[in-house]
């Protein structure tokens, strides 16, 4: 087994980095290197970040962004391997060891099996059936692409496909990175059984602007028009219709209600981003 280095890109998350870097350290095989990007936190991110030993912290003059960080860990890393996790992912125990088992294998990229942890309340439960992290409890090569939320990569492919593309900044640089693996003919790998836990504990605004960002840039980098906002209001819809109807028939009308108020603020959040624009 080779030296592994993980880094983790954190903005604001003083309810869950502690949590996150405990599971870091009780792999049953241990990370050779800890890196955390501290995007310019304004919370008290950093003062529990400075309680830890044995980790690198950079911290960002100011907010760069989630690809830029990922650059950053990738690049400050010593390793050949380097692992990822966001700053609200608890890792399983044996996620290392389980992941490394394909790090020798003509494998560009392996990512594993995020699972929601606050079922219990009910945004989380809808994000979970919409928005999941994982493609289920089956192995599979080559996915659509490999969630970001947990991966583990060769560093020299990373270098030699150009790195992930700092245009994205808060989502969307996970598929868009996938995509050259693929064009480079690199193959990619999911794990079902590397396991770990999503911490992210969302309410109605906070589950909007998450969807709102998905839709808006998870999948392309296009500048705010009146044109978008038509095209992306009209898919809503669509998407609205669809996921009430189906809930209608199982007569799920919590669903209902968090599908009416994120097609609302979806709306809302577009248009400002129009003005913002201009």
Not at 4 to 14: A, D, G, L, R
Not at 40 to 66: A, V
Not at 117 to 136: A, I
Not at 213 to 241: A, C, D, E, M, T
Request: charged fraction near 25%.
């Amino acid at each position: 087994m080779e030296n592994v280095s993980i880094y983790i890109p954190v903005f604001n998350v003083e309810r869950t980095i502690e949590e996150v870097l405990n599971s870091v350290f009780s792999q049953t095989i241990q990370f050779d290197e800890i890196i955390v990007i501290n995007d310019h936190s304004n919370d008290q991110t950093l003062n529990i970040l400075n309680k830890f030993k044995d980790i690198k912290i950079i911290n960002n003059k100011k907010n760069m962004g989630l690809s830029y960080c990922r650059n950053l860990g990738l690049k400050s890393s010593k390793n050949k391997f380097v692992a990822s996790i966001d700053g609200d992912v608890v890792l399983d125990k044996n996620w290392l060891e389980i992941v490394q088992t394909k790090l020798k294998e003509n494998i560009a990229m392996c990512g594993g099996n995020m699972v929601e942890k606050n079922l219990e309340n009910k945004f989380n439960k809808w994000r979970s059936v919409y928005y999941s992290q994982n493609w289920g409890n089956k192995n599979m090569q080559n996915p659509p692409f490999l969630f970001g939320c947990n991966t583990i990569q060769k560093k020299d492919i990373w270098n030699e496909v150009g790195g992930y593309d700092e245009n994205f900044k808060t989502n969307g640089e996970d598929i868009d990175f996938c995509a050259k693996l693929k064009d480079k003919g690199f193959v990619t790998y999911y794990l079902s059984e590397a396991k770990c836990y999503h911490l992210q504990n969302d309410d109605s605004r906070s589950l909007s602007q998450r969807v709102w960002r998905y839709h808006s840039y998870g999948y392309k980098i296009k500048n705010p028009s009146f044109f978008r906002f038509i095209k992306l209001v009209i898919k809503q819809f669509k998407i609205f219709f669809l996921r009430s109807f189906a809930n209608l028939l199982k007569l799920n009308f919590t669903f209902i209600c968090i599908n009416f108020y994120i097609l609302i603020n979806f709306i809302k959040l577009e248009f400002l981003n129009i003005n913002n624009k201009d």
